[in-house]
């Protein structure tokens, strides 16, 4: 079993930086940044990650594919894969409503967008010339000038079908949860899934993304906590603790 953690830029990137370092030498597999408009650029907090680290790997936890082409995402994970000498991990999910209505971005068909963007990306981080007609996703023949290298893809989902996608056609899945149950369903889905497309369930890298909260009075790290989860059960707005990730499968990256 391995464990990764994931930072909330809400904090000053050196901060994060800094206990992205003490992770590493803890021995943690992975670092997780997130991405929401409102906080610091994910992007820019792991080029700093990655040039104050040697060894972990560093992943969007998750970005996604609204406010970002696919093309776009791309280039910025391939640049991270270049300055962290192949640490990057891309963590996609399609987002939530609440937050694209905000920004005035229509959030229309999250799965097909995540499915098609997956795919797109698939083409980039490949060195192909990706042309796309699909639903939501369309690209007339562009492609990446630079070798990103061959970046795993991981999914942030919850739900059943995003799941099954996840089981089709993810390295990984980051499912956001904290109670064993959440998970047997999961898997379950994710099995599904990979069944489908022909895969077998030692290529997909499944985490539990499980909220945890330390301080010296209990209650306080409980009453920290209980924030989070009220979000994570209504929607993933805004995480303001770090997310503890462990592999609940042997991990392949
Ligand atoms: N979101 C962020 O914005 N930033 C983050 O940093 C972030 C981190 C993160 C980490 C782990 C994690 O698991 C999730 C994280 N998220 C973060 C949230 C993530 O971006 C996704 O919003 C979330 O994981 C997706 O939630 P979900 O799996 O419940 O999927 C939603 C979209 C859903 O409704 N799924 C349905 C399902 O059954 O799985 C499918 C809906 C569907 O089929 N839609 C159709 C389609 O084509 O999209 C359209 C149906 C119609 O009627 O039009």
Same mark, same amino acid.
């Given at each position: 079993?391995? @464990?990764?953690?994931? @930072?909330?830029?809400?904090?000053?990137?050196? &901060? /994060?930086?800094?206990?992205?370092?003490?992770?590493?030498?803890?021995?943690? $597999?992975?670092?997780?940044?997130?991405?929401?408009?409102?906080?610091? #650029?994910?992007?820019?907090? *792991?080029?700093? *990650?990655?040039?104050?680290?040697?060894?972990?790997?560093?992943?969007?936890?998750?970005?996604?594919?609204?406010?970002?082409?696919?093309?776009?995402?791309?280039?910025?994970?391939?640049? /991270?894969?270049?300055?962290?000498? %192949?640490?990057? /991990? *891309?963590?996609?999910?399609?987002?939530?409503?609440? +937050?694209?209505?905000?920004?005035?971005?229509?959030?229309?068909?999250?799965?097909? +967008?995540?499915?098609?963007?997956?795919?797109?990306?698939? %083409?980039?981080?490949?060195?192909?010339?990706?042309?796309?007609?699909?639903?939501?996703?369309?690209?007339?023949?562009?492609?990446?000038? @630079?070798?990103?290298?061959?970046?795993?893809?991981?999914?942030?989902?919850?739900?059943? &079908?995003?799941?099954?996608?996840? %089981?089709?056609?993810?390295? %990984?899945? *980051?499912?956001?949860?904290?109670?064993?149950?959440?998970?047997?369903?999961?898997?379950?889905?994710?099995?599904?899934?990979? $069944?489908?497309?022909?895969?077998?369930? #030692?290529?997909? #890298?499944?985490?539990?993304?499980?909220?945890?909260?330390?301080?010296? $009075?209990?209650?306080?790290?409980?009453?920290?906590?209980?924030?989070?989860?009220? @979000?994570?059960? =209504?929607?993933?707005?805004?995480?303001?603790?770090?997310?503890?990730?462990?592999?609940? =499968?042997?991990?392949?990256?």
């Amino acid at each position: 079993m391995s @464990f990764g953690i994931e @930072f909330v830029p809400g904090d000053p990137v050196l &901060k /994060i930086a800094h206990y992205a370092k003490l992770a590493e030498q803890q021995g943690f $597999d992975n670092v997780w940044v997130t991405d929401h408009y409102n906080n610091r #650029d994910v992007y820019t907090t *792991l080029a700093v *990650l990655a040039m104050n680290t040697n060894s972990i790997k560093l992943g969007t936890g998750v970005t996604n594919p609204y406010t970002r082409n696919a093309a776009i995402t791309a280039s910025s994970i391939g640049s /991270i894969n270049e300055i962290s000498g %192949g640490r990057a /991990i *891309l963590g996609l999910g399609p987002g939530d409503k609440a +937050t694209f209505d905000a920004m005035g971005i229509p959030w229309d068909k999250p799965l097909t +967008t995540t499915k098609e963007s997956i795919e797109a990306l698939r %083409g980039f981080l490949g060195g192909e010339k990706v042309e796309m007609d699909g639903d939501m996703i369309k690209f007339g023949g562009a492609k990446m000038a @630079f070798k990103t290298g061959d970046v795993p893809i991981y999914m942030g989902a919850q739900g059943p &079908k995003m799941l099954e996608l996840a %089981g089709q056609v993810a390295d %990984g899945v *980051l499912i956001n949860a904290s109670h064993p149950r959440d998970f047997e369903v999961a898997m379950d889905k994710i099995k599904a899934g990979a $069944d489908k497309a022909g895969r077998s369930m #030692d290529e997909i #890298d499944v985490a539990a993304y499980a909220c945890f909260s330390i301080d010296k $009075d209990a209650a306080k790290a409980k009453n920290a906590a209980k924030v989070v989860v009220a @979000f994570t059960l =209504q929607v993933p707005l805004t995480w303001s603790l770090n997310v503890m990730e462990l592999t609940l =499968q042997p991990r392949k990256t």
